[in-house]
């Protein structure tokens, strides 16, 4: 049986959690999170390893940390083997970057799915958290280097995938060759094993009463400055370009060659220093998360 990890790239706030927990709502899937995190903790919660089964005597993260970074995915198939799907929503550019290089010559295939939320929304959760400042850089900086480093992938808009869950996940199995059920996207009806990502979409696991997808809107003191940043992304050559990366690519349009994604993205594309420089940044931010220091 063909073994499959999907990797789920997007910025902060993606909804790459929801649509890894999507996709893992499956028997022979098996939904990781943001699966970095057990290696390259950012934040003192990540030097937990509980797992968010809720069963306090689940082990299996402990077990497989034991087998280091390049052998994660290895390891997972090898202690479930009836698995076919593993997906990891670790949108860090350096994992993704090392994963495809550990896993060149495996018997695993890696398929990669871009996940993006519209700049104006990017813009809006930025702001409601208090650091609207650098949005725009940020939102750029990261889909020009996933385009550097992700030799061929398919998006998905996340306001696409909200507002029509079954048909924009039937597109994305066929795709991935998955099989699709009704009511997949409702992955809350299953136990899954994640260790870290959205708390809003994990929570929803253990939340009571009626559960929903979420729909994003954007909240009313926000108007203030929308028309503001609307006319700034309208205007904006490099945003607009990613943009159109981006809608050529996604799931429901028709599939591009390799050579063809390659000679549209090239000139968005940036030195890849640039993913060593953050690499670095991330291990010292680990040693320091590691050492209490912050």
């Known amino acids: 049986m063909k073994k499959i990890v999907i990797m789920i790239g997007g910025t902060g706030r993606s909804g790459s959690t929801m649509l890894d927990l ?51 995915y290895k390891a997972l198939f090898e202690k479930i083997p009836d698995l076919k799907f593993i997906i990891d929503s670790s949108k860090s550019l350096a994992w993704v970057r090392d994963q495809i290089k550990y896993n060149k010559n495996s018997f695993i295939e890696l398929k990669h799915i871009l996940i993006w939320k519209e700049p104006l929304n990017f813009a809006h959760s930025r702001w409601k958290r208090g650091a609207l400042k650098g949005w725009r850089k940020s ?33 994305l199995c066929k795709y991935l060759q998955m099989e699709y059920f009704p009511g997949k996207e409702c992955y809350w009806k299953k136990k899954h094993h994640i260790i870290f990502g959205s708390k809003t979409a994990i929570d929803l696991l253990y939340k009571n009463g009626e559960k929903r997808i979420y729909q994003y809107t954007r909240n009313g003191e926000f108007q203030g400055i929308e028309s503001r940043l609307k006319e700034i992304i309208d205007n904006d050559e490099e945003i607009q370009k990613i943009l159109q990366v981006l809608k050529i690519t996604d799931i429901n349009q028709p599939l591009l060659s390799r050579e063809e994604l390659q000679h549209i993205i090239m000139p968005l594309q940036i030195n890849p220093l640039w993913i060593d420089f953050e690499k670095i940044r991330q291990c010292l931010k680990t040693f320091a998360v590691k050492c209490r220091i912050i």
């Open 22 to 72: 999507m996709l893992g709502n499956a028997n022979n899937a098996f939904s990781c999170g943001e699966l970095y995190g057990l290696f390259r903790p950012q934040k003192r919660s990540e030097l937990s390893l509980r797992c968010n089964c809720n069963n306090p005597e689940c082990s299996i993260w402990h077990v497989i940390k034991y087998y280091g970074e390049a052998n994660v």
């Open 139 to 171: 939102w750029a900086n990261y889909h020009r280097g996933y385009f550097t480093i992700v030799p061929f992938f398919r998006s998905i808009k996340l306001e696409d995938l909200t507002s029509s869950p079954s048909y924009k996940l039937k597109s």
